[in-house]
């Protein structure tokens, strides 16, 4: 509650400057009464579209062999069709229904291609390439409706399609050759995320889209060395790497004060001094309680540090 906007917002009655229905709004939001659920009414909607799209999933299955494959996929395609015919129309008022028909469209569109392609295999050997197309389509949606959700699942699919891409000449994750392979898999399409994330805000073309480019990045990359830590060989190497990325991480986004990136930040470097610690009580023979006293020290760390930065940004806004 802020007391001063309340008595401004009255004062501003009695000298006739606002309405008195107006002032009704920004008495409430002065007073803290009113509040916003839109991101709760959006996660809903977009829980309900995931459903949607699952059961139509498991109506496809129960039904295939009935109506067979050509119908299911002429099924998709016209409802596909319709939700994205309806948002095209749309698209000059978008709301929470709007990017939630939308999504569902997008999602059912890129059911149906991947359902063609199981049934007919039009693409035979190169079916990853399916990938790509959706990766695409989702980007020219995303970038003609301004939906970061599209985007987010644009780059998701991308980044999907180089995975199952380099999986299919590789062996299982085990190997320590594959899993250098895909780490620097990984590490390419993150960096190239976040170069597309700043060259998108720096040419002021949907600036938007960077902090979902930035996220996505940021997590493939720090989610690519932390499972790089599994393998023994160069675990000293990918620790460094890890800590120094967390600290970059924790660093700009201090800056920006964004609070989930930095929270990023610190858990990957905290994991990086993880890494160290487990290699150091691997030489010494250390046994599972120097695990865990460090598992525990760590996360007791990373606690801290989150609850002073939370403080230190609220008294700062």
Known sequence: MNPDVVAAVDDLVRKRVLESRAAARLRRAASGSLISVRQELRVLLWAGVFLITAGAGILVRQNLDRVGPVAVAVAIGVAALACLGWAWRQASAPSLVFESVLLLGS??????????????????????????????????????FDSKSLFSLSLTSFAAWRGVSLAGVASPWGAVADSDRLLTEA????????????LLESSQVKAQFEPVAAWLGWILIVGALSMRLGVDESRVVVATALTGCGVVLAWF?????????????????????????????????????????????????????????????????
Request: proline share 2%.
């Open 107 to 144: 999602l059912l569109a890129a059911a149906d291609l991947a359902f063609v392609e199981v049934k007919f295999t039009p693409l035979g050997s190169h079916w990853p390439w399916h990938l790509l197309i959706v990766a695409a389509a989702y980007a020219a949606l995303a970038f003609r």
């Open 253 to 317: 986004a201090w800056d920006e004060r964004s609070l989930g990136r930095y929270a990023l930040g610190v858990g990957a470097a905290a994991v990086g001094v993880g890494g160290w610690a487990v290699e150091a009580i691997e030489r010494v023979h250390g046994g599972f309680n120097a695990y865990l006293a460090i598992v525990v020290l760590l996360a007791g760390a990373v606690i801290v540090l989150l609850l002073r930065a939370q403080r230190a940004l609220r008294g700062s806004a």
């Open 187 to 198: 590490l390419i399409c993150g960096v190239l995320f976040l170069a597309l994330g700043k």
